[in-house]
């Protein structure tokens, strides 16, 4: 037996809108209500079925710097242009870690502040 990743925790302020968020970029549903946050996944999904699922966990203080763990998203069916427009539109803002602009990787923001990279390659082409 081995074990598989099931979620990811993501500690937030405002769940609520984070979860507006994330839902628009990754296609998620809520699928889960806790007092102290959300589950986002694949509408339908349950813990442990498929890919990862994203918790948001309200706190009042969210680490202000630099996570060890970031989220990488790949384009679906458009390409990074596209979709970095679109992920801007929803909120997301551009980041600078210190890029030299050789990168293949576009680095955001979420509303809350959170990294993550927006990755060139479109998982729906073959």
């Not at 994330?22 to 806790?34: K, R, S, T």
């Not at 384009?75 to 539109?89: F, Y």
Request: glycine share 12%.
């Amino acid at each position: 037996m081995a074990c598989r990743i099931t979620g990811l925790v993501l500690d937030c302020r405002d769940p609520d809108r984070l979860a507006e968020f994330w839902c628009a970029v990754l296609g998620y549903e809520v699928i889960g209500h806790e007092p102290d946050g959300l589950e986002l996944g694949p509408p339908g999904a349950r813990l442990g079925d498929g890919p990862p699922t994203l918790v948001l966990a309200r706190t009042e203080d969210p680490r202000p710097a630099k996570l060890p763990l970031h989220i990488d998203v790949n384009p679906a069916g458009s390409d990074q242009e596209t979709e970095l427009a679109r992920l801007l539109a929803l909120g997301a803002r551009r980041a600078d870690i210190g890029q030299d602009g050789s990168e293949s990787w576009e680095v955001l923001q979420d509303p809350e502040g959170n990294e993550f990279c927006l990755l060139r390659k479109d998982i729906g082409a073959s």
